[in-house]
């Protein structure tokens, strides 16, 4: 009798993630950016350097450089940077808005490029069994129209970070106020990092779920196998 391939969910780890990400800087930021504790500067540090950190360990884990991850990388060092040098707090709300659209553009620049960003939130093996689609979609003759489907999911992912482009800078310009270097503005920087996955995360998410079900039935239709013959059990 065959054994079960079935994959262990990851839910210890997306809530290690959150637990890392979220709730111990926003704990931080919030509650010891006081006079009498950390301090506005040493809080803020201390604050993202988890996420930080996470970043460092989750790349040196995969052994690659990712667009996104870097990405990721350069905001927190940003926001420390506009904390630090005590900039203007709207240029918070600028940084929040310009990372998505940038990722957003650079998803549909990379049409253009041998290694499309769709296939990697969405077509790639670590999801689908690519090498059975491809070869299902060469029996039948339609690579060409299953790229015009990529190109179509491309630009609905795109429209999930330009969305959460237009959140991020409402959500900052909504909370951060305070002067930056203050107290006040860790405690507005850390709801702001809490309310960023609910207010922002799940709307994307439900897109982003959008585009997938799309190029899912679009796969259907060209080759025939059903979802559950593809994706990864």
Partial sequence: MPQSTTKKPQTGHLLLELGICVILPTIILKYL????SLGPVYALIFGLSFPLIFGIYQFIKEKR????????FISILLTSSIGLLELDPKYIAIKEAS????????TIISLKTPYP?????????KILQIDKVDAALAESNSEGLFNQALKVATYILASSFLLSAILNYGLAKYIVKSPSGTAAFNDELG????LSYPVITIPCII?????????FKQIKQLTGLEFEDIIHQ
């Fill in 33 to 36: 950016s006081g006079e009498d």
């Fill in 65 to 72: 450089f990712g667009f996104i991850p870097a990405l990721g």
């Fill in 191 to 194: 709801t702001m990092n809490l």
């Fill in 99 to 106: 990372i998505p659209l940038i990722i957003a553009i650079g």
């Fill in 117 to 125: 960003l769709v296939k990697t939130f969405i077509y790639n093996d």
């Fill in 207 to 215: 897109v982003m779920i959008y585009a997938m079900m799309y190029l």
